[in-house]
């Protein structure tokens, strides 16, 4: 790394220090100068030099290791009230003039001490002999003082606020220091001694040049975030901004965003909207006389089985159809009415026409628009939910989206159509290579199904498609051919969001919500 | 629909015909040609040659087979059908199948025949099987339409009777069993009398077929008897009965299976069939009988229908080409179904047949031109726009079902006997996890944020979609209505964070509205409101009630709204 993005990546605090160097880039310096140049506190000095040395900008010239007594929270406490070795004494001391007998027990109930705390300041005492212990586990005093008692006042009240150097002190006081220092295992003690390390630093050779090359680069501020202030005052012409780690990876965020299947969905909706058609709705809950009946699907079609279809509960028919369709439906099934057809030659209930079903094709949609004065030309979509009466799992879900529609006009025959499918292929699957295949739907004549080649996914069957049988559209008061187009776009959904399961179009996993992103 | 398993070289050797060397044909041949019969290859073995084929059209039984895929490629290939002489060459004594009185009532029609001559193959014997059970299921909607009977014609003495008898009148030893019973004993314990017995519920008399000696042949549409009902490899001579409700759809099975058994070189003998009673076809029928009507179409509405001009010749080829019979004067065409086919409703499946007879590769595709304007609903508009809205907000959308349980859109929301919890439910109930339409959206959010309390927090999420709200003024007895439910999830989620976000929505859409107080039992009493626009109530917005999120068994407070977009947008 070059000296200068060497600088570059500085923090700071390092900046900072490596200034104070500056006049001087051979000085020596203790790490109290240091503080005192830089002004920084203790722990920023120390974050800064531990981050020099380990860029070997800076090195250790020099290191005195300087212990440091102070107190801790326990001997501030002692220092307030008194440690148990002074306490002890003292009562010791009171009870020999009233004469009155101690014990142990009486010492513990009255100065609220620990048995720890007790015992060990009795040890002590007896050590020194100022106390003796008698029978019937009484002490007395026995007059005499107590070196540790003594120095321990002193020490606390020298110590209290104020760490000082272990030097200062006179040998019997560091002895009765060392006694009562923190240790391992002996944690509540009232002193701590702490070594403080003075390190004498100077720059290392690339230090010097980076200090010389600070020093020439001018005294500006090295800051880590442009501010407010910075940008009012203009003072941010005399900084220096921090440059990043841009190669870190970013923390994570939730965005708001569409669902990736509506995504796919509102695709599939503009293009549709963009080729001309006019978007279409209905109920989620439909009579089998528009789901089923104006299609001219006859009742006893198997697709219209309760192993098929779901039937509603209550009201379990509607109150009516309207008429004229209901007639010209019935004549239709019955022996074709006016559609030059022969029917399907059964008696037509009218009653199971009124029955409640949950709409199980997108058609039903359509069928509804053939009734109420559809334009001529005029080109219709839907993108409805369907309910089928299926066994959920990989490949079936029980409620599903189909999109749907219908073309009517005087030019509309099979070749048309075809092209339609063509437009298709080529909006909404990118396809140029399309092959059609004859299919069988109960409501259209003649009737094809869609197959693709997506230049991702391979050949595809992309929907299904017809003229309306005249037995649908004339009972419904159209006169001039009508395609009716279905596409099939699940699958290529699943492919285009790397999914395999059906039912992960609609699942409840947020995590995957998130992070799924289509290739469409 | 159907799908069914052949052999490839069975299909070959029908192709050529009986007594030919078989045609073979190709992978790539046979998928090209199975445009022909709107099939489509499922699976296939190549060592043993099985083919697995999905046949598209309910309207065309006779394609259910192997013996039709190969007929309908094999007319392609040879320009025409062949005519099958049993339609035309009539014995002078017919063997005859003498009706009971009475069966009107019961199981009015029936049609035989016999074949002899071919001696039944392994493979054709298969197809005999699969066709009967095919048929008889998916045509003859599970033998209540039409059932067929296979019978060893060698023990058979004539004339057959379709007799009327009490249910312990008879007995014979079915299919199946050991043991010699009554047919009302059948209906009791044979898997086949407990599967199809409902056919013949309320009848005090059953159907029973029965030769001249006697002896039992069937009790259709039940069992046939052990004794002479079950056809074997090596058999070359063969009863097919076919009985039913409807006397065209009962010949129109037995000629399927009468230029079935042609096609593999046996011999047809018609049989009379005498009715105690009247027939649209009258009191002695000839099965198996050509139902064709013919149909006189103008060549132009063919040529309209299609968009392209192919002149007489071209459509008469064509459609002789797929099976028909025509014939051509001027501009129009006289056309006749073949015996085997009955699904000539309209000019148009005519117009389909010429398209699929000539490959609908032969048809140009041409765009439609005429101009039309695009555009979405309002509801969808106004939808699109609170949705951009919520994600600007921050939110992610999901989309759930809208088929849900009773249990999760009711009772976990603590709407149990509100009229909030009023559902529209399904009456043949799969599963009761799809069982009643979401009346709102909250617990198709709660269902997410129950399964999701490992993804990161907040969660924000939002979904636009219709939900089904009972309503007796309606005809349908329920509306479709179009809601956006949005929600709020974390430990620190609090209502007026959602209240924020409602207030933006409407502040955008340019709706005054206010939250007045509201009971609700979804949510925190004194944290609810109804939104109120227009003087309307058209939402509620609210801080979740515990103990909702208890029964979801979510573990952060959830803050939520929601608006009804139809009331909002007016529609």
Known sequence: ?520 | MPTITIFKQDLEGLLAGPGEAPQPITMEQLEESLMLVKGELKGQNPDTGELRIELQDSNRPDLWCCEGIARQIRVKRQGALARYDFLTTTSKSPKRLNVAPGLEKVRPYVAACTATGYRVTQEGLAQLIQTQEKLAEMFGRKRRIVSIGLYRLAAIEFPVTYDLVKPDEVTFTPLGMDTVMTLGEMLLVHPKGLEFGGILAGQDRLPFLRDAKHQALSFPPIINSREVGEVRVGDDAVFVEVTGTDLSMVVLTLNIFATNLADRGAVIEPIEIRYPYKTAFGKAVMTPQDLGKSRKIPVSTIERALGQALGTHEVAKALTAYGYEVTTRGNEVKVTLPLYRQDLMHAMDVVEDVAISRGYSDFLPVMPTQFTVGGLSRIEEVSDRLRALMVGMGFQEIISNILGSPKDLRDAMRLEGTERGELVEVDNVMSQNFSALRQWMLPSLLRVEAASNRAFYPHRMFEAGEVARPDPTKSLGSRTVMVLGGMIAHADAHFSEIHSCLDTLFYYVNQAYSLEPVQHPSFLAGRVGAIVSDGKQIGVIGELHPEVLERWQIGVPAVAFEIDLTELAGC
Request: aromatic share 8%; glycine share 8%.
């Open chain 1, 1 to 520: 790394m070059d000296i200068s993005s060497l600088i570059d990546s500085l923090h700071p605090l390092e900046v900072k220090v490596l200034s104070t160097f500056g006049a001087n880039p051979s000085a020596v310096l203790q790490t109290e100068q240091l503080a005192q140049s830089t002004g920084l506190e203790p722990s920023q000095l120390s974050m800064a030099v531990e981050w020099l040395l380990a860029k070997s900008l800076l090195t250790v010239d020099t290191e005195t290791v300087t212990p440091i007594v102070s107190l801790t929270t326990t001997g501030e406490l002692y220092f307030e009230k008194y440690s148990p070795i002074e306490r002890v004494l003292s009562a010791a001391r009171d009870a020999a003039k009233t004469g009155k007998r101690l014990t142990i027990q009486d010492i513990q109930s009255r100065e609220g001490l620990e048995p720890s705390e007790v015992s060990g300041a009795i040890g002590r005492l007896k050590k020194e002999g100022a106390l003796l212990i008698i029978q019937g586990g009484c002490i007395e005093s026995t007059g005499r003082s107590s070196q540790t008692a003594e120095s321990m006042r002193g020490l606390l009240q020298q110590l209290h606020g104020a760490p000082r150097e272990l030097q200062a002190f006179s040998e019997a006081q560091r002895q009765v220091i060392q006694d009562h220092a923190v240790k391992r295992g002996n944690a509540r003690e009232p002193f701590r001694i702490d070594d403080r390390v003075a390190r004498a630093l100077k720059l290392s050779i690339t230090g010097i040049e980076a200090a010389q090359q600070l020093s020439r680069q001018g005294t500006a501020e090295e800051v880590s975030q442009l501010t407010p202030e910075l940008l009012k005052d203009g003072s941010w012409r005399t900084k220096r901004f921090r440059k990043y780690t841009i190669s870190l990876r970013a923390p994570r965020i939730a965005p708001g965003k569409r669902h990736p299947y509506r995504e796919f969905l509102d695709t599939v909706k503009t293009k549709l909207v963009s080729m001309g058609f006019q978007e279409m709705r209905g109920s989620l809950v439909e009579t089998e006389f528009w789901n089923m009946d104006a299609l001219f699907m006859p009742q006893f079609h198997p697709a219209r089985d309760i192993h098929d279809v779901y039937f509603v509960k209550k009201p379990t028919h509607a109150s009516s159809i309207a008429e004229p369709f209901l007639s010209r439906v019935t004549q239709a099934h019955q022996d074709g009415g006016e559609t030059g057809s022969t029917g399907w030659s059964y008696p037509f209930d009218a009653e199971r026409a009124r029955r409640l079903v949950l709409r199980s094709q997108g058609t039903a949609v359509s069928a509804h628009m053939l009734a109420a004065q559809p334009a001529v030309p005029g080109k219709y979509f839907s993108i409805a939910r369907c309910f089928r009466y299926d066994q959920v799992d990989a490949t079936h879900a029980t409620d599903f989206f189909q999109v749907e529609g219908i073309v009517l006009g005087e030019d509309i025959n099979f070749r048309t159509l075809l092209g339609l499918l063509n437009l298709f292929a080529r909006e909404v699957a990118q396809a140029k290579e399309v092959k059609f295949l004859p299919a069988y739907f109960p409501f259209t004549e003649p009737s094809v199904e869609l197959h693709v080649r997506h230049p991702k996914l391979g050949w595809m069957e992309l929907g299904g498609a017809g003229l309306f049988r005249p037995e649908v559209t004339i009972p419904l008061g159209v006169t001039v051919p009508v395609i009716a187009w279905g596409l099939g776009l699940d699958r290529m959904a699943m492919v285009a969001l790397g999914i395999h399961d059906i039912r992960e179009l609609f699942t409840d996993n947020l995590d995957l919500i998130r992070s799924t992103r289509g290739a469409f």
